[in-house]
């Protein structure tokens, strides 16, 4: 069972350079969602989405786009990578308005 | 403003010897207290759902309980492999589709 599948595991970025981070469930599931995780700051929510079309930010969404084309993928996008975006990157899905979110591995980015 | 605090930061134990640790929250009308074990290096796995104060779950060690204003689990006679950090999670007041996760509390179980 794949569950939600995040790639790169890993990515160094130069300040300004754009990238992509990939996120992909197979579980069905209409929320989607990106969190970053540093230390002393725990998760914080990026952006989500609670559907195919239909996204929405979350706490910390500045320096980031998504969007979400199909049910299963939910790519993270930096425009213009900084610094203070050095943090790893969890994907994380759920069913309905449960509680229970699946997280992927984790991406860690590093910008120099 | 929705609030979750996890205390303590990190807790060293022996083995066997029994802790619990605290996620207190500020969010009125709760819809739901959720816990949280991530390994190093790994993203969070669930662990319990809890609803309504006076809620008990239990799975192998762990124990979740909950208030009207905190949350506690409960590590009975842990074991090295419990070692983990230990996150709770609350649905924001204004908007059930997003969880604000507390800080975690780093548990080091040494045999």
């Known amino acids: 069972n794949a569950g939600v599948t995040q790639t790169p595991k890993f990515q160094v970025l130069k300040t300004g350079q754009s990238m992509t981070l990939q996120c992909a469930q197979d579980?069905?599931?209409?929320?989607m969602s990106w969190y970053r995780q540093d230390p002393g700051m725990g998760l914080r929510l990026i952006h989500y989405s609670v559907g195919a079309g239909i996204t929405d930010q979350g706490e910390v969404p500045n320096g980031y786009n998504v969007s979400r084309s199909t049910t299963e993928d939910f790519p993270l996008r930096l425009l213009s990578a900084a610094p203070s975006q050095t943090s790893v990157y969890f994907c994380?899905?759920?069913?309905?308005?449960?509680?229970?979110?699946?997280f992927g591995e984790g991406s860690r980015l590093t910008v120099l | 403003e929705d609030q979750v605090t996890q205390s303590p930061e990190a807790l060293r134990l022996q083995e066997g010897e029994s802790s619990s640790l605290n996620c207190s929250y500020t969010v009125s009308g709760l819809r739901g207290l959720f816990w949280y074990r991530q390994d190093p290096g790994k993203g969070p796995e669930f662990l319990f759902t809890?609803?309504?104060a006076g809620e008990e779950k239990e799975k192998e060690r762990l124990k979740a309980t909950l208030t009207k204003k905190e949350s506690f689990l409960h590590i009975t006679a842990p074991k090295p492999e419990d070692s983990a950090t230990y996150l709770c999670?609350?649905?924001?007041?204004?908007?059930?589709?997003?969880?604000?996760f507390g800080g975690g509390t780093r548990v080091l179980v040494k045999p």
């Open positions: 579980m069905n599931h209409e929320y």
């Open positions: 994380a899905s759920k069913r309905g308005n449960t509680g229970e979110l699946f």
């Open positions: 809890l609803y309504s």
């Open positions: 999670a609350v649905p924001l007041r204004a908007a059930g589709n997003k969880l604000t």
